[in-house]
Structures are given as structure tokens and as C-alpha cells.
């Protein structure tokens, strides 16, 4: 499905083999956790724990390109977080992500439509182009706005780590943490 960065593929996080098959589907190290998509801090709040860090910047930059790591809830696990102890939670600016989230009142698998190192899908044919056949369904709504793949910035330290540039640049996010 279309975000407002990239395509991602989605999947209920809370659905252990859905989760699974993304793994499987993007060929991806079973190690590495997957970000996932939230409908805002009220949901964040019940995977992890937003420190003041992680508060400042969600209330800055979500819904938006930004995925923030935090320190996860002991109450709250998901095979998308690869048995970690953090967990990257965004709130993309796309109004149909949201409502499915929304909708199914769970995190979704909010990780790019690509093989795992393949070029970034921008587009339906991007993700057809490196995805076709493995997967049941794509929902083309058109290119994807920035193109670019969101920040992350880990927050389950004491000091906040930019951990990827991406669509919003690192001189904002600092200046959001700034005050």
C-alpha cells in the first residue's frame, strides 16, 4: 500500500504469521525487527514507552516521515519486533493506512514494498517490478508523495540517536528536540 514515503507492506502486527510471510516475502534477516505504523501516540503509548524525547518529536513530526525506536512495553510483543526490546512505531500522513489502523485498532508491519536491499518502491510498478507473485494484493493510489524513506531516530537511550536520514532532515529533528 501507498504511505506517504514509500510503499510499505502491511500486515497486522499482531498476527504472527502475516508477519512471518513479510519476512518471508522481502527476504528479510528474521533478526531484524519492522517498523510499525500506529494511529497516533495514544496507540504508541500502549507498544512502548515514550520518553521525552520520543513525546516531543511524535508531537512535532507525526503524523509524518518519522520513525521513532523506543523502548518497548513488557505487556506488548509481536514477531515484527524480532524478539527485541524496542520497537519503531510511525504515524504516516496517508489517510487510508490510518483508517485501517484505525480500523483493526492494531500496529501494522510498516515496512518497504522492496526485496531487503532493493530499490525503494515509489511506485505500484516499483513494487510489482521486485515483489510479483509473492504477494496478494497491491493498492496502487499513485506515487508515492516524498519518495523517500522516513527518518529514524532511536529515543530508548538517554540521548536520542539519528539512526537514518531520510525525509525529514537531521538539522529539523534536532531542532525539534531542541525545544
Known amino acids: 500500500m501507498p504511505t506517504d514515503t514509500l510503499y510499505a507492506l502491511a ?16 527476504e528479510r534477516q528474521v533478526g531484524k525487527p519492522l517498523p510499525l505504523f500506529v494511529s497516533g501516540s495514544t496507540m504508541a503509548s500502549r507498544i512502548a514507552e515514550l520518553n521525552e524525547s520520543a513525546t516531543r518529536l511524535a508531537s512535532r513530526f507525526w503524523p509524518g516521515q518519522l520513525t521513532i525506536v523506543m523502548q518497548k ?5 509481536s514477531e515484527a519486533l524480532a524478539g ?3 520497537a519503531g512505531l510511525r504515524v504516516p500522513q496517508n489517510e487510508v493506512v490510518l483508517a485501517i489502523v ?8 510498516g515496512t518497504s514494498a522492496n526485496l531487503s536491499g532493493g530499490v525503494d518502491p515509489v511506485t505500484a510498478d516499483d513494487v510489482r517490478s521486485q515483489l510479483d507473485g509473492r504477494i496478494d494484493l497491491i493498492l496502487d ?13 532511536d529515543c530508548s537511550g538517554d540521548e536520542p ?12 529533528v534536532l531542532a525539534a528536540l531542541r525545544g
Open 11 to 26: 500486515a497486522s502486527a499482531d498476527d504472527a504469521s502475516a508477519v512471518r510471510r513479510v519476512f518471508d516475502i522481502k
Open 73 to 77: 512495553r513488557q505487556n506488548y510483543d
Open 84 to 86: 527485541g526490546q524496542t
Open 102 to 109: 484505525e480500523a483493526l485498532d492494531a500496529p501494522l508491519t
Open 141 to 153: 493510489g499513485g506515487p508515492c508523495p516524498h519518495g523517500v524513506g522516513s527518518t529514524v531516530v
Open 161 to 172: 540517536i539519528i539512526l537514518r536520514d531520510g525525509a525529514i532532515s537531521s538539522d529539523h
